[in-house]
């Protein structure tokens, strides 16, 4: 499924990449050097104003790094090569936290879902029509909810309809901010097994942000601990939520509120 | 006697429409009780009809009766009375709750004038007790502060302040966490449980995560689509849980924290 | 928690189907604006008299071959009225397709500038809609000349600025959306998101809005025309007509009376359908939105 790739280079890194708003001395994220090699996925976990959605906007070539390098299969990431771009674009997607604000709510899922095929020029309306049968089943969606309108379905299954619609041009990575949060403990853990599923069979790489530790366990196997706009440990993510060296990590594991024994 | 008594709520839309169904629950002075449900339950409708504070257009049916005073069909002014003095409610999100024009100290202030009759000299000071009683740092300053000036767990707290201002016998709390930050929701809870304590003061806490719930309650009530599912004490209902729904509710709380578990042990 | 929690709610709950509720407000401005609508149709067509003809001997009043009688130069009243309305939908229709052209290009792109470049344009647009529109309309007029074409020019221009601003808001509430994000991840072109997915979700919103300028327009259009800014004679818009009937209100009434009761009728007509479109689209798009 995956196209193979010179095993020593990742799909995405990122080197001493800084980003500041412009007229802004202090950076938003600073110094940030990541890899994230197929296969192997990567959480990048902190708490509000911690840098993380401007990281995912710098790995999904939204903005450009002020400075540090971006790349992708080792080549510079550069936002106005048209070809690469394009290349990248099929390469990477996007599931967001919000799944009412992430779905046009005047348009049929089945055009939703078929964006990126029509987008990136792979298919006609016509043409996506089977692809988009057959990511919709995937996410465990009827066959008509192609024709249906995004209000017609509640947050969980919106939030598999993004899912449909990253997944749909068989990317290699899958960008997800907070992919969970907004959804109910029970629907939350459907979407986790759904999203642990298309790692498996789709030799998909997730990249997800996340603030819910036992989330980012169940997914990942890399962790990047994120406190502002710095990264303060990262590597197995059995050690770094296991035996966390850094007093922040610590806290935060030691934070997460458990269930009575 | 009990502090609150709901007895057969039942909440209509204007269509006809049951929100929620026949419920009925009691908190005894000093006694917490944890409302579990997702969206949809009916849990934040419930908060505000013991509140009297349903919206446009929603009825109750059914008693509830909070410090002997019956809110179902109460007048306005009634329940103005009640409110502060007999419960206070701390919202989800604390932006929306404070109002965005009016210092803090000021909004502090309000209900300590309104309550308590403070004037002058002795109203400042309530405030600054107020702040620091839930162990917001330079009271001075945050009390100077507009609500977006400072961050959302302070500004929750400041909610806080502002629903204890008055001493009420009843603290409603509606998710008070779950905007927070996983470090600050610890605190949070870690304050509003020794803040509860020490005044000895009852608690209807309402939230979708049962393991934040079992850290501030002992009794919970597990909801769905506006019934009362389950009822007991909240280990009891995690260890052995008896309706269906509550097993999957359990269940999915639990594969995920054993996820945590297997990650940081392997 | 409250507001999520609601909304949850309607989302999730199966919406009952409520007995359709009869809009009387669409259909009462529809029957208003639709019979004016229909003289100014006639008269494309068919007109009692040639609108030149002053055959009929002065202010005869409503009499046998003149419906409502005729004015000082012995015109048919009835005729007048029927080439007003031709000249009313024209000046309204006119005035709202440049103001919708002008308005939404220069609004999209004003939602696109950030910065520096966003304060300018905002406070362009806002200079343009505190500039008088007679003034606009002298201006035109002096570099034209008096005419239909001039006046709707102006009115059109005026009002491009008021849809500009409108249309700017709206467009960037919905580029801050994740669809318009998740758009672009998906490599699709801005001109694709403006027209696929910017336009139709401001699209109710702005219907209404050239509903409300329409009526406005119309309204515009008479005030220039008493002032002798609008069509030349012989073509009678009803503004001139409250000008030329002035002088004679309290001895024969019905040459003001009349243009004066259809102005009021159409943009009222207007004003419904536009208040009814509301009702129809928001609630709707409400629901789709939470």
Not at chain 1, 102 to 127: A, K, M
Not at chain 2, 228 to 235: S, T
Not at chain 3, 162 to 186: C, F, H, N
Not at chain 3, 201 to 218: D, E, K, R, S, Y
Request: proline share 5%; glycine share 8%.
């Amino acid at each position: 499924m995956t196209p193979v790739l010179d095993a020593m280079t990742p799909v995405l890194e990122m080197s001493a990449a800084s980003f500041a708003y412009r007229g802004s001395a202090a950076p938003v994220v600073e110094d940030i050097s990541l890899k994230i090699e197929a296969g192997q996925s990567l959480a990048l976990v902190g708490e509000s104003g911690a840098g993380k959605t401007t990281l995912l906007r710098l790995l999904l070539g939204l903005a450009r790094p002020t400075s540090g390098t971006v790349r992708f299969d080792g080549d510079q990431l550069n936002l106005r090569d048209r070809r690469q771009m394009r290349r990248f674009r099929r390469s990477v997607q996007c599931v967001f936290q919000d799944p009412y604000s992430s779905l046009d709510p005047r348009r049929r899922v089945g055009s939703i879902v078929s964006e990126p095929l029509r987008s990136l020029g792979v298919d006609d309306r016509r043409t996506a029509v089977p692809k988009v049968a057959e990511a919709l089943e995937r996410v465990g969606l009827p066959a008509d909810a192609a024709e249906r309108y995004p209000h017609e379905f509640s947050g969980g299954q919106r939030q598999r309809i993004a899912i449909a619609r990253a997944t749909v041009c068989d990317p290699r990575v899958l960008l997800a901010d907070e992919p969970v949060s907004a959804l109910d403990v029970t629907t939350r853990v459907k979407v986790v097994d759904l999203l642990s599923e298309l790692k498996e069979e789709r030799g998909l790489t997730l990249v997800m942000v996340s603030h819910d530790l036992s989330v980012v366990a169940s997914l990942c196997e890399h962790t990047a601990v994120l406190e502002r706009g710095r990264i303060v440990e990262q590597g197995d993510t059995a050690q770094v939520l296991g035996a966390p060296v850094d007093p922040y990590t610590r806290c935060l594991v030691e934070s997460v509120p458990r269930l009575p024994a | 006697m009990n502090i609150l008594d709901v007895r057969d709520l039942t909440i209509r839309t204007a269509d006809g429409r049951v929100l929620v169904d026949r419920l009925s629950l009691t908190i005894d002075p000093g006694e917490r009780l944890g409302l579990i449900g997702e969206s949809g339950s009916g849990k934040s409708l419930t908060t505000l009809a013991v509140l009297g504070l349903l919206p446009d257009g929603m009825t109750a049916t059914g008693s509830v009766e909070l410090a002997g005073t019956q809110i179902v069909g109460a007048r306005e002014k009634q329940l103005t009375d009640v409110r502060g003095r007999d419960a206070a409610i701390v919202f989800q999100e604390p932006l929306t709750a404070l109002d965005p024009l009016m210092r803090v100290g000021k909004q502090i202030a309000e209900p300590l004038a309104r309550r308590r009759g403070l004037k002058g000299a002795a109203l400042k000071r309530a405030v600054t007790e107020a702040l620091e009683q839930v162990r917001l740092p330079e009271p001075g300053r945050i009390a100077r502060a507009f609500p977006h000036e400072i961050s959302g767990g302070q500004r929750q707290r400041v909610a806080l302040a502002m629903a204890l201002a008055c001493d009420p016998k009843l603290l409603i709390a509606d998710e008070p966490t779950t905007a927070l930050d996983v470090t600050v929701q610890s605190e949070m809870l870690d304050l509003l449980d020794t803040l509860v304590r020490e005044r000895d003061m009852a608690v209807l806490f309402v939230s979708h995560d049962l393991a934040v719930v079992s850290k501030v309650t002992d009794r919970v009530l597990v909801m769905k689509d506006g019934h009362a599912v389950e009822e007991g004490d909240v280990r009891e209902i995690v260890r052995a849980p008896r309706e269906e729904y509550t097993r999957a509710l359990v269940a999915s709380a639990r594969q995920l924290e054993s996820a945590l578990d297997l990650r940081s042990t392997r | 928690m409250t507001q999520t929690d609601l909304t949850a709610q309607t989302q999730q709950t199966p919406e009952p189907k409520r007995p359709a509720k009869r809009s009387y407000t669409l259909i009462t401005g529809c029957v208003l604006a639709g019979l004016i609508a229909l003289l100014a149709l006639v008269s494309l067509v068919w007109l009692p008299y040639a609108s030149d003809d002053t055959s009929g001997g002065r202010l005869t009043g409503p009499a046998g071959d003149h419906l409502l009688g005729t004015d000082k130069l012995g015109r048919d009243l009835f005729t007048q009225l029927m080439t007003g309305s031709r000249i009313a939908f024209e000046a309204g229709l006119g005035s709202v397709l440049i103001a919708a052209a002008v308005g939404v290009t220069l609004g999209v792109l004003a939602a696109f500038a950030q910065g520096w470049l966003d304060d300018t344009v905002s406070a362009f647009l806002d200079i343009l809609i505190a500039f008088p529109t007679l003034l606009l309309a002298m201006l035109i007029v002096a570099a034209r000349s008096a005419s239909l074409g001039s006046a709707v020019l102006a009115i059109g221009l005026a009002q491009s600025a008021v849809v500009a601003r409108l249309v700017r808001v709206l467009a960037k509430r919905v580029l801050a959306q994740d669809y318009i994000t998740a758009a672009r991840t998906s490599g699709t072109s801005w001109p694709r998101i403006v027209a696929g997915h910017v336009l139709p979700n401001i699209w109710p919103t702005l219907v209404v809005n050239l509903a409300l300028q329409f009526g406005l327009a119309v309204l515009a259009e008479a005030g220039l025309s008493y002032l002798g800014l609008g069509a030349p004679p012989p073509n009678a818009s009803w503004g001139r007509m409250l000008q030329e009937a002035q002088a004679t209100f309290i001895t024969a009434p019905a040459g003001a009376l009349a243009p004066g009761i259809l102005l009021v009728l159409l943009v009222i007509g207007v004003n419904l359908i536009a208040d009814g479109l509301r009702d129809a689209l928001d609630p709707a798009a409400r629901r789709r939105r939470a």
